[in-house]
């Protein structure tokens, strides 16, 4: 994809970021100024992850630093220097079963979010000492599904041991 | 069998259309108007932009007719002179840098000579507010049946009300957006829609050239609930005029505060009834007003209203009624198309106002209700006489069963007489839906579906119905799985691309699996399938199609002029019951137990057709609860998600469907529309519920803090 038609001009010399994308080494020339969301849409071609407001409210463009979930839309991305970052990209088809079947994602346009938040809880379980997990994928607003679809999935997967 | 194209979605891996890559792209933008009406008196380009980097378009740049072709021609694709609501289009702008065109924009001024606009639709306008018309009514239809008048002096008792809903966004996750090119002659323009037919007949118009020169095709779309039926045609056609004034491909993707401030919404409404009983709690009359906020121009109004007037008396029989309805101009951006389609406004009206008739002559909304149902051989408002089989009685004490609604009610008299700040209720609401466009639609529509056999032995479908999320592409499959013994993979469902698919009608009114897929149903290919299709094309050198036209099912007669007769070929009948809690610390209203009963035919994929009411009614606990738009000037102020509230996961219970099956003899084995049916009955259940627990008369919604704060205070 053409990277610098998606960014803004260059008024200031550009910065070096190095950081682990899905366990391959990356390193971006970027303005100091860029979204970690941009990065990874336009300048990586990682298209999975969405942006549904900007603002970070509605967790589409979800994706993990160092092991957390972050709305990508707000986390400018010299912040992920040397970070291990991990996006929808990484997640592969056996792991999401249950979702699949249970009616997770209709339009599909929260879903990468609603899958990396998911994977995220199922990863630390507990979470659901302190939190329910209505709580927990609060975060991730759907607009299709009612949500029920969503967590029947995640509880599921869960009990399945997959994410 | 699983969502089609699921695990694309679950991974990924699903390509919208701002995933597309395309070499060489402009971004574009547009320029908007920044007054609610009035004359355009200059488009100021800042001196501090090099504007010869820039593809700028305005109306002079519109090859064809300067209109979004729709059911008028009012609307214009890129204002000229004249403004009718803040945020109308008026030039574009395209660079390759998408900052770069984001910067410019801030420095492009429009000037307008103001007139007086109107925003209030309830108000009769005075002479220098009238844009449309004699009065600035967009539309006006009325339904009459009996005597109305000589019924309400007859009535036992006559019950008065006036009900009002707000506008919604539809909030579809993925924003609009499309992309346009040239191709040896051929204009392609791809993105996020319901309704290829429509834009291609939109471009054809606006842009001067026949259909075979245009290609409108689909991209997978992130949602849509009517809000990309109509405006996918104004953003297709902008890009398409800068592509081909900047002989480059360019895309127009809106980002969300674009997206909610310029894009359709919900009409907001406001209904009066006058009703009048007799002794025994029976309907005896009638008499309904309604009225809709249009916006600025024509746009689909006049058939959001229709579906509203034909449904604003519920599934109710009565001898004795008399709709009117309008829809009124304002200076607004035009309030289009979602889910529910003017029957949600008007079944919140009729619900909750069923409510305060029980009240007032003391029977118990439930028993009110079942005295007055529809029963087989009873006809509705426009006088189509209903002989389904349903039993809407046995459907409704099945909602009230699964809700134990009578012992929550002793449970919540208990804890709001003692506890110190919660209090409960519970709720009810009987509603129908008719399902596929109104009247003759269908007929005029003529949709049609072909089947290709592919040289590999694989079934192709092509038809212009899109996927939006609620499950196109799996229905048609399984259709055609059941109809010839095929697996899924030996099944291709065509891309809705007008270039190669023929007119099966646009993907809204809850259509898609009825009608069109009555016609996957029709389709008749012969057994042994696969080998045939091989052997045929080994044979032959030519493609192997069959075609499948709609075809009314028999009996069916709709006269537009009188409004009497068959509304729709069948509907989905449905009651839902809401448990609330409001906490009178903080004012929030809660639903804490939803369920949801409905009879729509035969469910053809169980998960799927959960997954639409229990989305369809949490979007509707949205907007009964916590959506509000702010207008100031006919501009929307909370133009972002984090004022503009929509329910979270953690904002609902689960959605407790049942489904009650009584097939359809024109649907595909036997199912009936559904889509748009659990819109209209959770507002006024939970409007229902909120006034029982708080023992107060709510008239309108949404019921936010501010809200519920007045109605604690005032009871009204």
């Known amino acids: ?163 | 069998m699983d969502r089609i194209e699921g695990l694309a979605k679950l991974t990924g891996a699903e390509r919208y259309v701002d995933d597309l890559p395309l070499d060489g792209m402009l971004w574009g933008m547009t320029v908007r108007s920044p007054a609610p009406r009035g004359r355009v008196t200059g488009v100021h380009f800042g001196s501090g932009v090099d504007w010869s980097e820039f593809v700028v378009v305005d109306h002079h740049d519109i090859p064809g007719d300067n209109t979004v072709l729709l059911i008028e021609t009012d609307q214009p694709l890129l204002a000229g002179e004249y403004v009718r609501h803040a945020e109308e289009p008026i030039a574009l702008v395209a660079h390759r840098s998408r900052e770069m065109v984001r910067r410019a924009i801030r420095e492009i001024e429009v000037t307008i000579d103001p007139d007086p606009p109107i925003f209030d639709f309830t108000a009769e306008p005075t002479q220098d507010q009238i844009q449309h018309g004699s009065d600035n009514a967009l539309k006006r239809i009325d339904i009459t049946k009996g005597d109305v008048d000589a019924a309400l002096v007859r009535a036992a008792r006559v019950v008065e009300g006036e009900y009002r809903t707000g506008s919604q966004e539809h909030v579809y996750l993925e924003n609009q957006g499309m992309i346009a090119w040239e191709e040896d002659g051929v204009l392609v323009i791809k993105g996020s829609l319901q309704c290829p037919f429509y834009v291609l007949k939109a471009a054809v118009r606006a842009l001067g050239r026949d259909s075979d020169h245009v290609r409108i095709v689909q991209t997978p779309t992130g949602g849509g609930f009517g809000g990309k039926e109509e405006y996918p045609s104004m953003i297709a056609l902008h890009a398409a005029l800068l592509a081909l004034k900047a002989e480059q491909p360019v895309r127009i993707i809106y980002d969300r505060g674009e997206d909610m401030r310029a894009t359709t919404k919900r009409h907001p409404s406001l209904v009066r009834h006058r009703t009048g009983v007799d002794g025994d709690g029976r309907l005896v009359a009638q008499d309904i007003d309604v009225a809709l906020d249009g916006g600025a121009y024509v746009t689909l109004s006049p058939v959001v209203l229709s579906r509203g007037v034909i449904h604003a008396a519920g599934p109710y029989a009565c001898d004795n009624v008399r709709i009117r309805g309008r829809a009124m101009l304002t200076n607004s951006p035009p309030h289009g198309a979602f889910r529910g389609f003017g029957a949600p406004q008007t079944h919140f009206a009729n619900e909750r106002h069923m409510d305060v008739i029980a009240a007032t002559i003391g029977i118990d909304p439930d028993e009110f209700r079942r005295r007055n149902l529809i029963v087989d051989g009873q006809t509705t408002a426009t006088g189509q006489r209903i002989t389904d089989g349903t039993d809407r009685v046995a459907l409704l004490d099945h909602a009230l069963e699964l809700s134990s609604y009578h012992e929550r009610q002793d449970k919540h008299r208990s804890l709001n007489a003692s506890h110190p700040y919660l209090r409960r209720g519970i709720g009810l609401a009987a509603f129908h839906h008719g399902a596929g466009f109104t009247g003759s639609g269908e007929v005029m529509l003529a949709s049609e579906l072909h089947l290709a056999g592919l040289p590999d032995g694989r079934i192709e479908v092509l038809s212009a119905n899109i996927e939006m999320g609620q499950g196109t592409l799996t229905v048609f499959t399984k259709l055609v799985c059941d109809r010839l013994g095929l697996r899924p993979e030996h099944v291709v469902i065509a891309d809705a691309d007008t270039g190669r698919v023929p007119d099966s009608g646009p993907t809204v009114a809850s259509r898609t699996t009825m009608v069109v897929g009555r016609l996957v149903d029709d389709s008749d290919t012969g057994d042994r399938v696969t080998q045939a299709i091989i052997d045929w094309h080994v044979e032959r050198d030519e493609p192997l199609v069959g075609h499948a036209k709609y075809e009314p099912p028999p009996g069916i007669e709709w006269d537009e002029t009188t409004y009497t007769g068959d509304a729709y070929a069948t509907y989905g009948w449905a009651t839902y019951v809401a448990e609330v809690e409001v906490d009178l610390r903080t004012y929030t209203a809660r639903v804490t137990d939803f369920v949801a009963v409905q009879d729509v035919g035969t469910v053809l994929h169980e998960t799927l057709a959960r997954g639409q009411i229990q989305g369809g009614v949490v979007q509707a606990i949205g907007w009964a609860l916590t959506e509000e738009c702010a207008w100031s000037n006919g501009v929307m102020q909370n133009n972002q998600l984090t004022n503009y509230i929509i329910p979270t996961s953690d904002d609902v219970p689960p959605i407790r469907v049942s489904f009650v099956e009584n097939p359809f003899a024109h649907g595909p084995h036997g199912a009936k529309g559904l889509g748009e049916l659990p819109m209209d009955g959770p507002a006024p259940a939970i409007a229902n519920a909120v006034a029982r627990a708080i023992d107060a008369d709510p008239r309108a919604i949404p019921l936010t803090p501010e809200h519920l704060m007045d109605l604690l205070s005032n009871g009204r």
């Open chain 1, 1 to 163: 994809m053409d990277a610098d038609a998606n960014m803004p001009p260059m008024s200031r010399p550009p910065i070096e970021v190095p950081f682990t994308l899905n366990g391959m080494e990356v390193t971006v020339s970027i303005d100091p100024a860029e979204r970690l969301l941009d990065t990874l849409r336009y300048r990586l071609g990682m298209t999975g992850s969405k942006e549904g407001c900007g603002e970070g409210e509605c967790g589409a463009c979800t994706v993990h630093v160092d092991d957390i979930p972050v709305n990508s839309c707000l986390i400018p991305t010299y912040q992920v220097r040397n970070a291990q970052v991990r996006t929808i990209e990484s997640i592969d088809p056996s792991d999401v079963g249950a979702l699949l079947s249970s009616g997770a994602t209709q339009c599909g346009a929260c879903t990468p979010g609603v899958v990396m938040t998911a994977v995220w809880v199922r990863e630390h379980p507990e979470l659901l000492e302190t939190h329910t997990l209505r709580e927990l994928m609060a975060g991730n607003l759907c607009r299709c599904t009612g949500y029920d679809g969503i967590i029947d999935g995640v509880r599921r997967s869960l009990d399945e041991g997959q994410p």
